[in-house]
């Protein structure tokens, strides 16, 4: 018999706690994600999250360290050579990437676009790193005008093309990314996503990207935890960006959302649900919204959101339930860039069959919530990480 029914781990994507041990070689020293924004929020008002430790990892403005908080708290280190969303989320579940993915800081090879121009017959506009809402506003216009399309990329191993929905329909736009995907699995080029980025509005003005963006990862390296529990016959269950972030490999079932709340509501429909295995759910809002966009009032703003409906998550555990909320990277609103920052990030802990409560070791890779999950199942564990099943009594 299992120690918990169903595992549900929620990714706040992008909330790190502070920067690595091995933050100066990422450009990254003295980032810290909640730090920063509690200070720039002067205080956050974050009383569920408060109750589960999270300033007992680190002392943020305007939450408590509480003396005994709900469940466990720690921080942990990531292991891997990256600090993108796959890299994370693919250490969560047991893997280590040793080889950074490609980058293009100075755009994409010729050879490689001409072959997409062949294939789509537009023209490929930018070939940058560029922050997206700044590219659509500086190209956007030409764009509705010639039918090209726009591409750009960032410190991440990512080939974005934003189309305007209305110039280059959203299944051209698709067929598009999936040729780029095709071309760049293996071989000369290797890109960790390929990313379709459509967006609405009349002018640069008012341009908006829509939720029906689309990403095209490379299949994980290697089997995951979430394949052991697929084989297993156990539910593994992926809400928001996380079917995409795996290529669907080791999900029995996945739904999709269109924003942080909406993420939140499937995720406490599902807990009325009976299932023996894995809930995961990635909230993508904090980072493309607010930490890319460097505004740090918003993404307080969405925290405490997040924290509002935590109420109602609570309120439908079950004594067999085991809910871990972390991150798979930092990204300071507060810091120069527009770009991911490499961090520590927090690992919250509960279940009401808890009878204990407080610290647990710092752990050295994402992966041991990885483990932990495959040890709770009794499915084969992963290459790395090392439970910490047996201290969560
Ligand atoms: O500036 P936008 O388009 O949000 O792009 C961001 O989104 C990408 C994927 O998460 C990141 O690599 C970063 O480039
Ligand atoms: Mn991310
Ligand atoms: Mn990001």
Redesign the pocket.
Known sequence: MQKFKRIHVIVM?SVGIGEAPDAAKFDDVGTNTLLHISEAKHGLNLPNLEKLGLSDICKLEGVAIVDKPMGYYTKMQEASCGK??MTGHWEIMGLHINKPFQVFPNGFPKDLIEQIENFSGRKILGNCT??????IKQYGERQMKTGELIM???????M?I?AHEQVIPLEELYKICQFCRDITKDGKYIIG?I?A?PYVGTCKEDFT?TPNRH?YALKPFDKTVMNALQDAGFASIAIGKIRDIFDGEGVTRALRTTSNMDGIDKFISLLDEDFTGLSFTNL?DF??QYG??RDAIGYGNALEEFDARLTEVFAKLKDDDLLMITADHGNDPTYKG???TREFVPLLIYSPKFTQYGKIDLRKTFSDVGATIAENFAVKMPKYGQSFLDKLI
């Open positions: 994507d993108d969303t560029a922050s997206g809402t700044e590219i750009y990329t960032s410190a991440d191993s990512v974005q934003a996503r990313i980025r990207r990403d993508v980072d493309s890319h966009r527009t770009d991911h």
